[in-house]
């Protein structure tokens, strides 16, 4: 009786020592969707800078809304290239990467972000960086690294007009919030370098 009764205890006593965080809707995985963003960022009148990133952004939950923290943005300043950021915060280390083109957004897996051909040689694996300049029918991945929230996504590029609109179809491969809980080592700085 004891042994039955104490993983029952031990649940209850886990379940009280952990806070109740606010319910945040996530992304469907691996359902493919569909939007456009419009216009690019830093090519808006000025009188749109002051709402924020409109639709010039992907959110892919509520809890990146609610940070005004974008997993995806659409910028570039008119007349200038097109690009995608994956990070658009001070904590926010997202990476994106261009899979090129002709890769099949409906059998990309998640393996296959890092190295399409699934081919051991160095050649063959993403290169991932801040920025990415946006081509029509290729096939980007997003590594999301930030201080709330970790996932991984794909999208193609549908339809582009410079500065105007980007369409995407896209699907979400992992998606993790991590609200207020989070445990990290002290001390982080951007320019400290080491044995300092």
Not at 113 to 134: L, P
């Amino acid at each position: 009786m004891i042994l039955k009764a104490f993983p029952a205890a031990a649940c209850v006593a886990l379940a009280m020592a952990v806070p109740a965080g606010p319910a945040f809707e996530l992304p469907v995985l691996h359902q493919i969707k569909t939007v456009t963003l419009s216009p690019s960022y830093s090519c808006r009148p000025r009188e749109d800078v002051a709402k924020g990133y409109a639709q010039s952004a992907l959110f892919l939950s509520d809890f990146a809304r609610q940070r005004n923290a974008p997993d995806l943005l659409f910028n570039g300043a008119c007349g200038g290239d097109d690009v995608f950021e994956a990070a658009t915060a001070g904590d926010d280390m997202s990476l994106i990467a261009d899979l090129g083109a002709g890769t099949s957004l409906d059998d990309l897996s998640a393996s296959q972000a890092f190295n399409v051909r699934r081919v051991a040689t160095s050649a063959a694996y993403s290169k991932f960086s801040r920025v990415v300049t946006i081509e029509p029918g290729h096939t980007y991945a997003v590594l999301l690294n930030a201080s709330g929230k970790r996932g991984l996504f794909v999208f193609s590029v549908t339809d582009h007009v410079p500065g105007a609109k980007v369409t995407l179809r896209y699907a979400v491969k992992a998606y993790e919030v991590i609200p207020g809980g989070q445990i990290s080592s002290p001390g982080f700085q951007w320019d400290r370098a080491n044995g300092r």
